[in-house]
């Protein structure tokens, strides 16, 4: 996945580009974007090809259609947005497919870029339809993907599309996250730690045990640590405990021991007496867990040796919070987490979803290395799955 060809090494002047970005943005009830990091991300690859004289053709998914038009889930208010941003008209197509679209893509001259609708207001999109994915093609000379955040996804945009034009290249947002986490994975400054939260271990059971064979300490926190925990033999009160997970746990924990690779658990917990903003809450520890309480958040100790290991790492990956970070008596855990991440000298690479939210609300997001735009994406890079919108990209020579 490092050996990929790049927009860079593409000439796309006078040809037809078919880029495929994640325009996935959320959107308030009067149809406004609310947050606009996702379109900014693909800026550098987007002024590139017009820079270079390519005729752009843009194309995204926004929300989850299934397969059917549907006037909340346009990319209008994205056309607009876009067309601010680069301070030229942006084209909007009234569909993805079809005669009229094919005229406009026809009639695109050297710099001047289109977006296209919805590809999910087609079932073909999702079902990587070859009869979809053939019509997609036929409007353009060349492919770049530059959206990581479906790149986990073998669909009609992703893939499809990739294995009908050629060159297919990455775009600089895709190269970006090949680069920090392929070397992170691959070719890592020591030490390698990565840190995993969250709530349950079924979510991140794959990305343990192939990080099992990469890092040199994993550190463990969030809800899933309770069933690591139990595995132990814990009494963790109403903590949130997997138990058709607990013997899985302590096989982990064995073949972590065995590969000499440091398996670090919390030692302490911000325990609540209730899921609630408000709960009564104090700090415990592992062997006097209160009857009945609930662990919400790391505490401090687990806190200063999490934060020690950090500081002294090469390369940190980090998905996934501490704790219930969304209310306040239970974020400290997270955000200092963040902020060990930010005051060390380590490669620091975030991988999506939660880790990404957190990151931004501890206001430390600008200290980080690497943040990754594709949780999902980012999750089973860490799993050692392959991505096939990235797979289907033509090698370098």
């Not at 090809?49 to 929300?63: P, T």
């Not at 062997?287 to 009945?292: E, I, K, L, S, V």
């Not at 999506?352 to 980012?378: E, F, P, Q, W, Y």
């Given at each position: 996945?490092?050996?990929?060809?790049?927009?860079?090494?593409?000439?796309?002047?006078?040809?037809?580009?078919?880029?495929?970005?994640?325009?996935?943005?959320?959107?308030?009830?009067?149809?406004?974007?609310?947050?606009?990091?996702?379109?900014?991300?693909?800026?550098?690859?987007?002024?590139?090809?017009?820079?270079?004289?390519?005729?752009?053709?843009?194309?995204?998914?926004?929300?989850?259609?299934?397969?059917?038009?549907?006037?909340?889930?346009?990319?209008?208010?994205?056309?607009?947005?876009l067309t601010e941003l680069l301070g030229q008209p942006v084209i909007m197509a009234p569909d993805c497919i079809g005669p009229e679209v094919e005229k406009l893509a026809l009639n695109l001259t050297d710099g001047q870029v289109m977006l296209l609708e919805n590809v999910r207001f087609h079932a073909g999109?999702?079902?990587?339809?070859?009869?979809?994915?053939?019509?997609?093609?036929?409007?353009?000379?060349?492919?770049?993907?530059?959206?990581?955040?479906?790149?986990?996804?073998?669909?009609?945009?992703?893939?499809?599309?990739?294995?009908?034009?050629?060159?297919?290249?990455?775009?600089?947002?895709?190269?970006?996250?090949?680069?920090?986490?392929?070397?992170?994975?691959?070719?890592?400054?020591?030490?390698?730690?990565?840190?995993?939260?969250?709530?349950?271990?079924?979510?991140?059971?794959?990305?343990?045990?192939?990080?099992?064979?990469?890092?040199?300490?994993?550190?463990?926190?969030?809800?899933?640590?309770?069933?690591?925990?139990?595995?132990?033999?814990?009494?963790l009160g109403s903590s949130l405990v997997e138990e058709d997970r607990i013997d899985l746990a302590g096989t982990l924990l064995k073949r972590a021991a065995d590969q000499d690779v440091r398996l670090l658990l919390p030692k302490d917990h911000v325990a609540a007496a209730e899921f609630n903003a408000e709960?009564?809450?104090?700090?415990?520890?592992?062997?006097?867990?209160?009857?009945?309480?609930?662990?919400?958040?790391?505490?401090?100790?687990?806190?200063?040796?999490?934060?020690?290991?950090?500081?002294?790492?090469?390369?940190?990956?980090?998905?996934?919070?501490?704790?219930?970070?969304?209310?306040?008596?239970?974020?400290?855990?997270?955000?200092?987490?963040?902020?060990?991440?930010?005051?060390?000298?380590?490669?620091?690479?975030?991988?999506?979803?939660?880790?990404?939210?957190?990151?931004?609300?501890?206001?430390?997001?600008?200290?980080?290395?690497?943040?990754?735009?594709?949780?999902?994406?980012?999750?089973?890079?860490?799993?050692?799955?392959?991505?096939?919108?990235?797979?289907?990209?033509?090698?370098?020579?």
């Open positions: 996945m490092l050996n990929k060809m790049t927009v860079k090494d593409i000439d796309c002047r006078g040809k037809r580009v078919f880029c495929r970005v994640d325009f996935n943005v959320p959107l308030d009830a009067d149809g406004r974007i609310t947050d606009d990091n996702r379109i900014v991300a693909a800026l550098p690859t987007i002024r590139h090809i017009l820079d270079q004289g390519g005729r752009l053709i843009l194309a995204s998914h926004l929300g989850r259609p299934k397969g059917e038009p549907k006037p909340e889930f346009s990319l209008r208010p994205v056309a607009s947005h999109e999702t079902a990587n339809d070859p009869d979809f994915a053939r019509q997609l093609a036929s409007l353009a000379d060349l492919y770049v993907n530059d959206a990581f955040g479906t790149a986990h996804r073998a669909h009609a945009s992703t893939a499809g599309v990739a294995q009908l034009l050629s060159p297919a290249v990455a775009g600089y947002l895709i190269e970006k996250e090949i680069r920090y986490l392929g070397q992170a994975v691959a070719q890592p400054i020591r030490p390698l730690v990565a840190i995993l939260g969250g709530a349950k271990v079924s979510d991140k059971l794959p990305a343990i045990e192939n990080l099992l064979d990469k890092v040199d300490t994993l550190l463990i926190g969030g809800g899933m640590a309770y069933t690591f925990l139990r595995a132990q033999g814990f009494s709960a009564d809450h104090r700090v415990c520890e592992n062997n006097d867990f209160p009857a009945g309480w609930m662990g919400l958040d790391i505490g401090p100790q687990t806190v200063a040796e999490y934060s020690q290991i950090v500081s002294q790492a090469g390369t940190v990956l980090w998905n996934g919070p501490m704790g219930v970070f969304e209310f306040e008596a239970f974020a400290e855990g997270t955000f200092a987490i963040a902020r060990a991440l930010a005051e060390s000298k380590a490669v620091s690479i975030i991988g999506g979803g939660d880790s990404v939210a957190a990151a931004n609300k501890s206001g430390l997001a600008d200290r980080m290395t690497h943040i990754s735009t594709g949780g999902g994406a980012s999750l089973e890079f860490l799993e050692g799955k392959e991505l096939p919108g990235i797979t289907a990209l033509n090698d370098k020579a």
